[in-house]
């Protein structure tokens, strides 16, 4: 079950838990599912509403644990290698436009697979953020790249909003 594509809400209170859409590949095809992090579970649910419990979501992908302090976003960014800044941009997010920095440089591959065990990263990876450049100071995008065809970017958004996650009916 490889994701392609993800659109979800994360929290760290009161417990670690996200939910969202997400785009995989399944059996060599596209499809589209719901997903909720509860509990360190995973759990999907096709057009059905039907729940399906699918054990540790740390087997699968974590989405929640990208906020963990020890393993996530913040222990990339302390350890990214030669960070350069690039430039100012300004970042569309649908409802807003943020005004950032872009800084590029490398984080090691054990970094790199935390966030995104997909890439399968072996090697020093490049990694590019743009951070808002007033105010808090928001990462609001990241972007790493793996090899010439294998990048992801995650795009951050509506940062300490409440986010009110439940366990699903199996």
């Given at each position: ?43 999907v649910s ?40 690039e ?5 569309d ?37 743009w ?28 940062w ?11």
């Open positions: 079950m490889a994701i392609t594509a993800l659109d979800g809400d994360v929290t760290r209170q009161p417990a670690e838990a996200a939910k969202g859409y997400a785009k995989i590949r399944y059996r060599g095809a596209p499809a589209y599912v719901e997903f909720v992090v509860f509990g360190g579970d995973l759990y096709q057009d059905d509403g039907r729940w399906i419990d699918y054990g540790p979501a740390a087997n699968f992908y974590d989405v929640a644990s990208i906020l963990s302090p020890d393993t996530g976003l913040a222990e990339m960014l302390t350890e990214f290698i030669d960070p350069e800044v430039g100012r941009e300004t970042i997010l649908g409802t807003d436009e943020v005004h950032t920095v872009r800084i590029s440089g490398q984080v090691s591959a054990r970094a790199a697979k935390k966030i995104v065990p997909q890439l399968q990263a072996t090697k020093r990876t490049s990694c590019t953020v951070i808002q450049e007033t105010g808090d100071h928001h990462l609001v995008a990241l972007k790493l790249a793996s090899g010439a065809d294998e990048s992801v970017v995650i795009t951050f958004s509506n300490n909003a409440p986010v009110n996650v439940g366990k699903p009916r199996v």
